[in-house]
């Protein structure tokens, strides 16, 4: 019997306050190594402030967030090392041209040259960026930029990846690229937290589900167990709507 993939996130009895907002409320997560995980949720109910302490941007009012057995508090430059990060709003520096923003983020993890070199070579022809990558960042679409940031964030071979609305401004093509990459990463053994409004694909691609709503996370597991769990045998969206109890638009 051969050993479970090593856990590579774990928030344990995590709590933020923003003052007296309660923001995240006692959220006990664990996901192992190959796994893609959906986080779901209406909008306002914690899932940026997840994500920020799964980055080291904020740290939890109480508990603790580990990161391929690494506390973010107090091992944060070991955790991130480890980390790419896909925000929502893709950010480029715009006086330099995509080629020379990937070198920027291969020296800032450090990669060797001639390593970095062939990264680069194969995120360019990877992300189709040839068209634009001599260009200066300035002019991009934002699909350009999206892809441009996707690339950056695969240069050092993350062993976890977290990735905020993904797909946002993307082209048909480029959305089903986008989802061959992510279950081509879970399947060489990365991780892969997704939080997303589109539960078109969270239903395709997800190994398991998380919906969090009012900082709380109210239900975890795959599609069929949350089905079990809303008592509902519908689609994603309906068990979502079950789930929390919202109005039939999640927008």
């Given at each position: 019997m051969s050993d479970p993939p090593p856990l590579m996130i774990e928030l344990d009895h995590v709590t933020k306050r923003y003052g007296t907002k309660l923001a995240v409320d006692d959220l006990c997560?664990?996901?192992?190594?190959?796994?893609?995980?959906?986080?779901?949720?209406?909008?306002?109910?914690g899932k940026t402030t997840t994500i920020k302490m799964l980055?080291?941007?904020l740290f939890p009012s109480s508990g603790s967030v580990r990161v391929g057995g690494f506390d973010l508090q107090r091992q944060g430059d070991d955790a991130r090392r480890l980390i790419s990060y896909l925000?929502?709003?893709?950010?480029?520096y715009e006086k330099l041209t995509g080629r020379e923003f990937l070198w920027f983020i291969a020296e800032m993890y450090g990669m060797d040259r001639s390593l970095?070199?062939?990264k680069i070579d194969?995120?360019?022809?990877?992300?189709e960026l040839d068209p634009f990558v001599d260009d200066l960042t300035e002019r991009y679409s934002h699909g350009m930029r999206q892809r441009t940031v996707f690339a950056s964030a695969l240069l050092h071979e993350p062993q976890v990846l977290i990735v905020d609305e993904p797909t946002v401004g993307l082209d048909p093509a480029s959305v089903r690229k986008l989802k061959n990459i992510l279950l081509d990463l879970t399947r060489q053994g990365a991780t892969v937290f997704l939080s997303t409004h589109s539960l078109d694909i969270v239903?395709?691609?997800?190994s398991r589900i998380g919906?969090?709503?009012?900082?709380?996370?109210i239900g975890c597991g795959t599609l069929e167990a949350l089905?079990?769990?809303?008592?509902?045998?519908g689609s994603l969206e309906d068990v979502f709507l079950k789930l929390t109890e919202e109005e039939p638009s999640i927008g």
């Open positions: 997560l664990s996901i192992h190594a190959g796994e893609l995980f959906a986080c779901l949720g209406p909008n306002g109910a980055v080291g941007l925000p929502d709003v893709p950010y480029l970095a070199a062939r194969q995120v360019i022809e990877q992300f239903q395709e691609l997800a919906i969090i709503h009012r900082g709380r996370l089905r079990k769990q809303a008592a509902h045998d």
